[in-house]
């Protein structure tokens, strides 16, 4: 199983959208399949964020 780690930081340190004492979401991406359209893989954090393999 593939895993890929990867942060989304802006500003000051603040996940995007996060409110002042929130921890920082990493995602943690495992491949959920294949995408017909393109023929390339998809991988999908726990949060549900997909994103499509390099």
Known sequence: MIRTLAA????AGA?????????????RYTRSGDDPFSGSSLYRCRC???RPGL
């Open 8 to 11: 989304r930081v802006t500003g």
């Open 15 to 27: 996940a995007p959208g996060a409110t002042a004492g929130t921890a920082l979401h990493l995602h």
């Open 48 to 50: 549900g964020v997909v």
